[in-house]
């Protein structure tokens, strides 16, 4: 009895261990995969079944652009790796064996070295050799760390194949290459198999390599899913990574449980079953492997074709214009336009700097358009081509002199406000009242209900402009004491987050956040179409809070500066500058485009606060290196406290 | 019919530095079953090998049916070979294996059906095209590896220590086969291996090698009962091999001792190898020996005793022999005039017999 009980228990903690490890293996793709079909595109509320992500995804050109060209680099790389891999591994498999050893350890460095020594390199060695980065080089950084692991595939293969079956079919007649084809080729083919699919695997993958080598216009699921990060990942792209997951799920079922012909080693049989036949299959792959390299062709010539006089290349954060006016500037204009996506100021910075890519148009923010015109990467702009310039309320152009003293290098674009967002409901709860000011973060009630930015610039301006400090400031004095006050407030916090204040606040997580105005409108008809029992709303503090601007500038290394005046003067009409507002929600500083919105934006305070309001209020500039330093110490010490 | 089909002249070859066939010359008969025979090392497979045109000289020739083909590639050869290890197509199955080099030729379907049906059976196999190779066991294997071969109408067939993965039983039943393979195809075959009994039980013609050179060339039973030096009489079977002093024309001095032998020519008294197989010795009681000695060493064959006597000086004699003389006894050692077999010292150090390796 004690036995079987115990052998019963025993079992019990077997299967509890095992389903522990799945749960914890598969939760999160469960999570993602619930979350595609969420009609809320909340990451916490569940708003009811919908398949119009799905739709979204299928309907976005980006999205399957990109797709296209992953599946394409990927079939590609791993195609001429597997032939650059396998002719490696016979030229190695015959060498002696010191020499043998010695290429095999040089085969086996770029696998050990880390991905982004071979991304900068690669891009480095690219930008050296003029080849400009685009299709071609990411399909040659993935070609280069492929080759490696071709090779390791294909060499214990070649090892043993008895290399008298070669002699063996040429002494029958066979001259060398059909010799290969016919009896070495069949042996090895498992290890060359087997190092195509890694090779495309690891291909789909790669995120680093290709984040540096990619150029203008071109991304790969990777790059644009990481392009988007800043403004919250779409939830089409939950959609695209469960197909991708169902995918690659259905792949790995198939070649598991088919029936296997032999028995034994199901897909090797298999495979050589159907290279010996040569039946259709081969002749299908051959087709499809030719249109692939046609469809490649015809796209680098494209790419090629494109690089004509009439060109714009653009370089904007994720998700910051609607697509339909890039359509409309190429149709009045005629200019081809190369669109290309960054996700923060820092990103896009050292892109410019070094030159990888010429772009004409960029989109940074304040304080960064003052350390690129400090650096000399900006070219003035010859204002005489944007007559639009007219329909920018000029207290923003007064404001950008904060960080562009002469008005000459840059064109405001959007703007906003950091403020409070705080849930009336939970307040009522606590029974305190609406927050007025910075200072209410520091409210004792508040303990555990407040959620602060997590980037250094955005809780020292809280901490600063509480006690009335310049948010720009460089007092070490004044610093300290910020600090002091982020270190009082800190039992309070419940966490320091970026995307997820909107979530955590949509699911009624905390009372309070801190929060940019952007998300505002976002987030209000969020909370409407979910029916939640709550309301939130925006406060911009007393005290006095950053004012952020994201403008339009040509970088000094431009090739169309005239195109990009073009598009600026674009993006500054009117009817345009609504739509572009409609789709971010941004605040557009275009008082034509504000006169065109409907009365209920005009009217909402958050979104378009009266200047008056604001008095108090500033922009980022950019204090320089020395200054970064002292602040981002002082971050860690209030991190780590 | 027996004209050479192929002539190897002033062959050599070296890897890495090393000097593997130093100036070789063979030629081989039209229709001859020539095995190549030696210690591992001696040079036999680079020959084979570059008969094959697998491995190219660095200098010399080879000349085929009267061409020169030292640069033609081995799929242009009209020969064929038969690896060590069959070096079979394992994602093929038999009939597809036997079919290969008539595919390439371009023969017509029929022609190949026949061809495999007539070659399996040829090798007794009949019924086997669709099977596996790995379903097949070694001694089957070599024989569609022949098979695979002959279907082709070579000229020349070259095999490369064939049996060497078989067991013995199989390997003896296999000698036949070849033999009997031989005789009814009518084509030449140059056989390379390094075990003497395969050697003297199938060829026309032994080509005993070490160390890139050619030893001695002959028939099996001259190759045995005339080896030419020290090397090929202790390669070939086992042997007494003594320094002897030949006094005059049929007169050797063997230990002190005189025998008469039949061979003449040596001048006189010139040193010499003297070579007597253990089975040539004759044991009689001491007063009737030209030398005596003492048993030191018996032990049963089945066939025959096989002894060791030594002799005054210290040598020990192999003597094989149906009759039995127990350990301690003393004999006399006779050996008949004709199975003393003379041969000159080695003229220069390259000749010198050297320690058998297998």
């Not at chain 1, 070295?113 to 080089?137: E, K, P, Q, W, Y």
């Not at chain 2, 007794?124 to 024989?143: C, I, P």
Request: net charge negative; charged share 20%; proline share 4%.
């Amino acid at each position: 009895m004690i036995q079987t009980s115990y052998a019963k228990l025993k079992r019990f903690f077997e299967n509890f261990y095992l389903i522990c490890v799945l749960i914890f293996l598969y939760a999160p793709i469960a999570v993602m995969m619930v979350l595609s079909f969420n009609s809320s595109k909340s990451r916490s509320q569940w708003g009811g079944f919908t398949l119009k992500w799905y739709r979204q995804m299928f309907d976005s050109a980006p999205i399957m652009e990109a797709l296209y060209n992953t599946l394409l680099i990927a079939f590609l790389s791993a195609l001429i790796a597997t032939v650059l891999g396998t002719a490696a591994a016979i030229g190695i498999n015959s060498m002696k064996k010191l020499p043998r050893t010695v290429f095999m350890g040089v085969n086996n460095i770029p696998m050990l070295n880390s991905d982004i020594v071979t991304g900068i390199s690669l891009m480095l060695m690219f930008i050296a050799f003029g080849i400009s980065l685009g299709f071609r080089t990411i399909l040659l950084a993935h070609i280069t760390f492929n080759v490696p692991y071709v090779m390791l595939s294909v060499l214990p293969k070649l090892r043993q194949t008895s290399k008298y079956t070669y002699e063996a079919a040429m002494d029958l007649g066979a001259g060398p290459v059909s010799a290969f084809f016919k009896v070495v080729f069949p042996d090895i083919l498992p290890g060359v198999l087997s190092g195509f699919l890694m090779a495309f695997t690891m291909s789909l993958d790669d995120f680093i390599i290709t984040h540096f080598t990619r150029g203008a216009g071109i991304n790969t699921l990777s790059t644009l899913i990481y392009s988007e990060v800043r403004r919250g990942i779409k939830p089409s792209m939950y959609a695209l990574s469960t197909l991708i997951f169902v995918t690659v799920l259905a792949l790995l079922l198939l070649t598991n449980f088919a029936p296997a012909e032999n028995g034994k080693e199901p897909d090797v049989s298999a495979a050589r079953a159907r290279f010996k036949k040569g039946g259709y299959e081969k002749w299908l792959l051959t087709a499809v492997s030719f249109c692939i390299v046609a469809g490649v062709c015809y796209t680098s010539w494209r790419h090629l074709a494109a690089a004509r006089s009439d060109e714009l290349y653009v370089y904007n954060w994720g998700e910051y214009i609607d697509e339909s006016v890039i359509e409309l500037f190429e149709e009045e204009t005629g200019i081809h336009v190369t669109y290309d996506l960054f996700e923060t100021n820092e990103e896009m910075y050292p892109v410019i700097e070094a030159g990888a890519v010429l772009y004409d148009a960029v989109c940074p923010s304040d304080y960064m358009i003052q350390k690129m015109a400090e650096n000399g990467l900006l070219s003035e702009i010859n204002f005489n081509n944007i007559p639009n310039l007219d329909q920018i309320d000029p207290v923003y152009l007064e404001r950008s002199q904060s960080f562009d003293p002469q008005n000459e290098y840059s064109v405001p674009y959007t703007w906003g406000t950091v403020g409070i967002l705080y849930n009336t409901k939970r307040l009522a709860e606590l029974g305190i009242p609406a927050p007025t000011g910075w200072k209410d973060l520091w409210d004792e009630r508040y303990q555990g209900e407040i959620l602060m930015q997590d980037s250094v610039r955005d809780a020292f301006m809280v901490a600063l402009k509480t006690l009335g400090f310049s948010m720009n400031s460089t007092s070490t004095e004044e610093l300290s004491a910020a600090r002091d006050l982020l270190l009082a407030q800190k039992p309070l916090v419940q966490a320091y987050v970026v995307d997820q204040v909107r979530d955590k606040m949509l699911s009624g997580e905390a009372a309070v956040g801190v929060i940019y105005s952007g998300e505002l409108l976002y987030l209000q008809e969020e909370a409407e179409s979910l029916g939640l029992d709550f309301t939130l709303e925006y406060v911009i503090p007393e005290e006095g809070t950053n004012i952020w601007i994201d403008s339009w500038v040509i970088p000094y290394n431009a090739r169309n500066k005239e195109n990009a005046e073009k598009w600026i003067n674009f993006l500054c009409r009117p009817d345009i500058a609504r739509m572009n507002f409609e789709y971010i929600t941004y605040a557009t500083p275009n008082q034509g485009a504000f006169e065109l919105l409907d009365e209920e934006y005009q009217n909402n305070h958050s979104v378009f606060p009266d200047v008056s309001e604001l008095a108090t209020s500033e922009v980022f500039q950019y204090l320089g290196t020395e200054a970064d330093d002292y602040y981002s110490a002082l971050w860690k010490e209030i991190k780590a406290h | 019919m027996n004209q050479p089909l192929i002539d190897l002249v002033n062959i050599s070859k070296s890897f890495d530095g090393e000097l593997i066939l130093d100036d070789l010359n063979l030629s081989v008969k039209e229709n001859s079953f020539v095995t190549l025979l030696g210690p591992s090392g001696c040079g036999k497979t680079t020959t084979l090998r570059i008969i094959g045109g697998f491995v190219s000289p660095d200098q010399g020739r080879v000349i085929f049916g009267g061409e020169d083909i030292t640069r033609m590639p081995p799929n242009k050869r009209q020969l064929n070979t038969v690896f060590q290890k069959y070096a079979l197509f394992t994602h093929m199955n038999i009939a597809e294996n036997i079919a290969f080099g008539l595919k390439i030729k371009g023969k017509s379907k029929d022609y190949i059906r026949d061809k495999i049906k007539y070659a399996l059976k040829l090798v007794n196999l009949d019924g086997f095209e669709n099977r596996s190779v790995d379903s097949l066991s070694g001694g089957q294997q070599q024989r569609i590896a022949i098979a695979r071969a002959i279907v082709n109408e070579p000229r020349l067939l070259l095999l490369d220590e064939p049996l060497g993965a078989l067991d013995l039983k199989l390997r003896q039943d296999m000698q036949y086969e070849l033999i009997r393979l031989k005789n009814e195809l009518g084509i030449t075959f140059i056989y390379v291996t390094h075990d003497q009994e395969e050697a003297l039980t199938m060829s026309d013609t032994i080509v005993v090698m070490n160390q890139g050179y050619i030893q001695q060339m002959g028939t099996p039973e001259q190759i045995y009962n005339e080896p030419e030096n020290a090397f090929v009489a202790d390669f070939i079977g086992e042997s007494n091999i003594v320094d002897g002093i030949m006094l005059r024309d049929e007169l050797v001095e063997i230990f002190g001792a005189r025998f008469a032998c039949v061979d003449k020519g040596f001048g006189q008294r010139t040193p010499v190898d003297v070579v007597i197989r253990p089975e040539d010795i004759d044991l009689v009681k001491p007063d009737d020996g030209t030398l005596t000695g003492v048993v030191t060493h018996l032990i049963f064959k089945g066939v025959h005793y096989e002894m060791e006597v030594t002799t005054d000086g210290g040598f020990e004699w192999l003597v094989h022999s149906t009759d039995m003389f127990p350990v301690g006894q003393e004999v006399g050692i006779h050996v008949d005039p004709f199975d003393i077999q003379i041969m000159n010292k080695p003229a220069s150090e390259d000749e010198e017999a050297v320690g058998v390796n297998e």
